[in-house]
């Protein structure tokens, strides 16, 4: 029987037949589900006409981001550098003598408020609360966000949360790879308009988590790693910051996407399984090879740093940027035409 890695107990293996009541359905919730209101940019909660999310999705979220606040501020080593990559493709059967079990059960069916969280978790370490994101996430039905094979493709060409694509021979080589960032910045920031253009409580969520995610990042480069090369809301803070720390930046950034991307990213099976072994690859290996798209699909939305293209209320100025690169204004051309 397979164990959780943070507490070491058996859980039996998923079976979709027995297990198929942990999913929940976000398009099919409960009316009563307490719900969390955010500003535009997910950056913290509004009072009335804000985006609704879950509280069994925000709560931990954001506490998780707070809680990394104060272990950063005390020197406690980041939640980044301790917790695991080990991918989480289905719910987790309950176990009743896991702690975490026992808390996403809490989580899911008795708590109604955010301060119910914050008082429940008050001296919970951030790796736990990591772990329930994590649950929590895997039991959606669906993926949070479809990639388009553009996409998809468009991120294997450009591979710039890679530390050995970001060391230049050259100053000269430096600059071009300065100005090959900026237009995967802007390529991006469009991919992300695209697939949200339409919203749903999934992109919102969607929205939320990325949001979120790129502001602890930030804050681990800012408050642990002690990067001062430049402001953290810099589109390319990241990017140096993995030139400058690319052993430390490379670990948490693939720990986080391996771990979250599963439940995340949604991709086709014909973008990362050739047609000619699609007949004779096993499961195994198909999982292998969509997790390997997914973490490098997930960690090209965390180089680029940005808040705005998810900020619903900052579209027609993140259009205005995307726009005004003319190499990227052809690009988007030629893909709004197939």
């Known amino acids: 029987m397979p164990e959780h890695h943070l507490t070491c107990l058996p859980h039996q293996p998923y079976s979709a037949p027995r297990h198929g009541d942990l999913l929940i359905d976000l398009y099919y919730l409960d009316p009563e589900t307490p719900m969390m209101e955010f500003k535009s940019d997910y950056s913290c909660t509004a009072n009335g006409n804000g985006v609704k999310i879950p509280l069994f999705i925000a709560g931990p979220l954001m506490l998780l981001r707070s809680r990394q606040g104060e272990e950063i501020a005390n020197n406690t080593e980041s939640f980044l550098n301790r917790i695991s990559g080990r991918p989480s493709f289905n719910p987790t059967p309950e176990c009743c003598q896991c702690e975490v079990c026992q808390e996403v059960r809490w989580l899911l069916k008795d708590c109604r408020c955010f301060d119910d969280c914050q008082s429940r978790w008050c001296s919970r370490d951030s790796v736990f609360l990591f772990e329930i994101l994590k649950e929590v996430l895997s039991r ?199």
Not at 169 to 190: H, R
Not at 197 to 218: E, G, Q, W
Not at 261 to 283: E, N, Q, W
Not at 302 to 317: G, K, S
């Open 140 to 338: 959606l039905k669906k993926k949070l966000l479809p990639y388009s094979l553009f996409h998809h493709d468009y991120v294997n060409m450009n591979q710039f949360y890679i530390s050995r694509v970001l060391c230049p021979d050259t100053e000269k080589d430096l600059t071009v790879l300065a100005l090959e960032f900026d237009t995967f910045v802007k390529m991006q920031s469009f991919f992300i308009l695209d697939a949200t253009k339409t919203p749903d409580i999934y992109t919102n969520v969607f929205c939320c988590l990325m949001t979120n995610l790129i502001r602890m990042l930030r804050a681990y480069v800012e408050g642990e790693l002690r990067c001062a090369e430049g402001d953290p809301s810099d589109p390319d803070y990241i990017f140096r910051a993995i030139r400058l720390f690319p052993t430390e930046m490379s670990r948490a950034m693939s720990v986080l996407a391996s771990a979250l991307s599963p439940r995340v990213i949604d991709l086709k099976k014909y973008y990362y399984v050739p047609c000619d072994s699609a007949t004779f690859m096993s499961s195994r290996d198909e999982q292998d090879r969509y997790l390997w798209s997914a973490t490098n699909c997930m960690r090209s939305l965390l180089v680029i740093n940005a808040i705005e293209p998810f900020d619903r209320c900052a579209e027609h100025q993140v259009w205005e940027v995307i726009l005004s690169n003319p190499a990227v204004k052809d690009l988007v051309d030629v893909i709004n035409t197939v």
